[in-house]
């Protein structure tokens, strides 16, 4: 009977620190941004998800991988010691009734309450890529929207909100 125990404590302890390593990871951490998830703090786009690699257009994915581009991050943008969850998403519901603007960037934070929606922002456009930007005194991320272009827009946290800056003119509605 004791060997058993012991035999147990050795294999279960070195799962459960392989385990809570990976909890620790930022990749397992987006996993709980699933569609349940996106359904209770993004109602405004029904069938949301994250964007990902494949729904950017063929001719912006092939400089994805080359360009190390990430379309989550984790920043703490309003400097609280407590960093928000940057995400990209789309809305397929509306992409497939070819609705605009069914592109969005969330932001979350955890709280004492759980998760809160701390930003939300249509997209006219699949943005391709997210980076951390040292253009402002607080730390702000660069949203862009074609890759090798100034086609893009920057988010940061002034004056106890988060602004969006945009480095393009929108196109007119016909």
């Given amino acids: 009977m004791r060997l058993s125990k012991h035999l147990f404590v ?77 995400i990209c998403g789309v809305s397929d519901s509306m992409l497939h009734r070819d609705q605009k603007g069914a592109y969005f960037i969330a932001m979350f934070e955890q709280t004492e309450a759980g998760i809160q929606r701390r930003y939300l922002q249509r997209l006219w456009e699949a943005p391709v890529n997210l980076q951390p930007s040292d253009n402002h005194p607080n730390p702000s991320v660069v949203l862009s929207f074609a890759f090798h272009t100034d086609f893009a827009a920057e988010i940061y946290f002034e004056d106890n909100e988060y602004r969006l800056d945009k480095w393009f003119e929108e196109p007119e509605e016909f």
Avoid: W
Wanted: hydrophobic residues 40%; proline residues 8%.
């Fill in 10 to 86: 050795y294999l279960f302890v070195p799962v459960l620190f392989i385990c809570g390593c990976r909890t620790g990871s930022h990749e397992f951490k987006f996993s709980r941004f699933n569609a349940s998830f996106f359904a209770i703090h993004t109602p405004e786009f029904p069938g949301a998800r994250m964007l990902t690699k494949n729904d950017l257009p063929p001719e912006q994915r092939r400089y994805f991988d080359e360009e190390n581009a990430k379309l989550q991050l984790i920043l703490d943008m309003n400097q609280n010691g407590v960093p928000e969850y940057i």
